[in-house]
């Protein structure tokens, strides 16, 4: 049981590249989200999905597009990378979204664009 | 708007006591949680509150006051491993997660 996986762990872009970060849950899971950690500030919600097929905008949704094909993975791409978007991204997902529902964290991928 | 705010950095020694306040301003409330991160890791459960009161779990205890928008965790018997950025969060009227900017708690020996 792995639990939630993301891949890759790091990478450094260029300005105006495009790339793509998997996420994937084994725990069957409804519920997925994509968030952005950056120093000194909460994390921040960029996409979310409530089940396979659906995706809604979060907090911060400008620049990423998501995609949930599949049950156990939510994906999220970067159509042309820009330095702001440095950060570390955490996936995680949880059974529903009320109440004690906790969410699991992936371990993160961390992003920098030059 | 929103805003959960705790201290940036705090510094406790071992085998002592610590409280980390969080308070907070969000639109509906369902509930505050708090979690841990290692540096360089993804944050990790320790706590789920909403109704008033403490709720403990081992060294690990949290309170919540609603009237007051408050809550605060308490670590007993601090061990090194304690040391980590703490990450309070409060589940608003539309079930999103807004997340305060964390304390980081150093731990000397």
């Known amino acids: 049981n792995a639990g939630v996986t993301q891949t890759p762990k790091f990478r450094v872009l260029k300005t105006g590249q495009s790339m793509t970060l998997l996420c994937a849950q084994d725990m069957n899971h409804e519920y997925m989200y994509w968030y952005r950690q950056d120093p000194g500030m909460g994390l921040r919600l960029i996409h979310y999905s409530v089940g396979e097929g659906t995706t809604a905008k979060g907090e911060v949704p400008d620049g990423y597009n998501v995609s949930r094909l599949k049950k156990q993975n939510f994906l999220l791409g970067l159509e042309s990378a820009a330095p702001s978007q440095t950060s570390v991204y955490f996936c995680?997902?949880?059974?529903?979204?009320?109440?004690?529902?906790?969410?699991?964290f992936g371990p993160g991928t961390r992003l920098l664009v030059l | 708007g929103q805003n959960i705010d705790q201290p940036t950095e705090m510094t406790a020694t071992e085998g002592a006591i610590v409280q980390i306040n969080c308070t907070y301003q969000t639109s509906g409330f369902n509930g505050l949680f708090w979690y841990q991160q290692h540096a360089g890791e993804a944050p990790t459960f320790l706590s789920y509150?909403?109704l008033d009161g403490l709720e403990e779990k081992g060294r690990f205890s949290s309170f919540l006051s609603r009237s007051k928008g408050y809550s605060y965790l308490l670590l007993k018997e601090l061990q090194m491993k304690d040391s980590a950025s703490y990450l309070c969060a409060v589940l608003d009227s539309n079930y999103q997660l807004i997340w305060g900017a964390g304390t980081k708690l150093i731990i000397k020996p």
């Open positions: 509150n909403v």
């Open positions: 995680a997902s949880s059974l529903s979204s009320g109440g004690a529902e906790t969410q699991y």
